[in-house]
């Protein structure tokens, strides 16, 4: 990249990753917020009702977003059924996180959902054809104990929630293999166009059914979630333009503070000393496997 193509603030360039990592950064922080509104939604509507409000009043400012940046994202998708199948996985993923945090603490879902990533590491041998080694499979069991530490099955009963966000985990998981594999053939802003299309689609043979009358007091609301979930995908398209995922996806792990800030301030949630454990759990092995495949990456090697 020529100097002169790097934005500069007060005579200073910014490097693309930097950039892409402040991007990221921005979108967490708007995803946290997000979920925040949608919990108290979802108190009081249909969680496929939510969604599908949020995706009708998001879906042309994404349009308008992508359309309006430089290079145009191309329409046609070089196979269109696993753009579907990809979208529709994360619609169901969206729709149980919704119901998981109807009956958990904001912090709690996403500690138990940050395991993702070493979902995804466990899933890549099967699916991608990837090598994992001994390293990288250590982080995922120590991963996977710290979900079971907030899950805590067999000390008393299990709460649906919890047993929701392990679900989503797995889809999310999913979804992120499928979008693996799309991008093997698709740019990353292809994919999000086709993923905003039709899970507005999927989610309008479903969400008009269980529509109800919002109160005014309301409006306000919904449409600050379609435009935090429009600027949140976006900018995380943005980032990913710029910066390699495997260099971005610790920040992920920022999602949990902000749940626990939004749960605390919103709902006056506090997270128990088994979810604070756990999280740190989960958090460490997913940074350890992400420097270790950023590592990996940088010598060609994955053992």
């Not at 990353?188 to 086709?194: C, E, G, I, K, M």
């Amino acid at each position: 990249m020529r100097r002169e193509d790097l934005p500069r603030s007060g005579g200073f360039a910014l490097a693309p990753e930097v950039r892409g990592i402040l991007l990221m950064l921005a979108a967490t922080a708007l995803f946290g917020a997000m979920d925040g509104i949608s919990k108290y939604l979802v108190l009081n509507y249909s969680a496929s009702f939510v969604l599908w409000v949020r995706h009708l009043i998001a879906v042309p400012l994404v349009l308008a977003m992508l359309f309006a940046s430089r290079g145009r994202p191309p329409l046609q998708a070089a196979r269109p059924l696993l753009q579907i199948a990809r979208t529709a996985v994360l619609v169901v993923e969206m729709t149980l996180v919704m119901l998981a945090f109807r009956i958990m603490p904001l912090a709690a879902v996403h500690a138990i959902v940050a395991a993702t990533p070493l979902v995804v590491t466990a899933l890549s041998v099967p699916t991608l054809g990837e090598r994992v080694g001994w390293r990288r499979w250590l982080a995922v069991s120590v991963g996977f104990a710290g979900v079971l530490l907030i899950v805590r099955p067999g000390l008393g009963v299990v709460q649906p929630g919890a047993l929701l966000a392990v679900v989503c985990a797995f889809l999310f998981a999913l979804y992120n293999i499928l979008t693996r594999l799309a991008a093997r053939s698709d740019p990353p802003a292809t994919s999000f166009l086709w993923q905003t299309i039709w899970s507005a689609v999927l989610l309008s043979l479903l969400g008009p059914w269980f529509a109800t009358a919002v109160e005014p007091a309301h409006w306000p609301l919904f449409v600050a979630l379609g435009l935090m979930g429009a600027l949140g995908h976006y900018l995380l398209v943005r980032a990913l333009t710029l910066v390699p995922a495997v260099v971005v996806q610790p920040i992920f792990y920022m999602m949990i503070v902000w749940a626990a800030f939004w749960g605390f301030v919103l709902f006056g949630e506090v997270p128990d000393a088994f979810t604070i454990a756990g999280a740190a759990l989960i958090v460490g092995a997913g940074l350890f496997a992400a420097w270790r495949e950023q590592r990996l990456r940088a010598t060609d090697r994955f053992p």
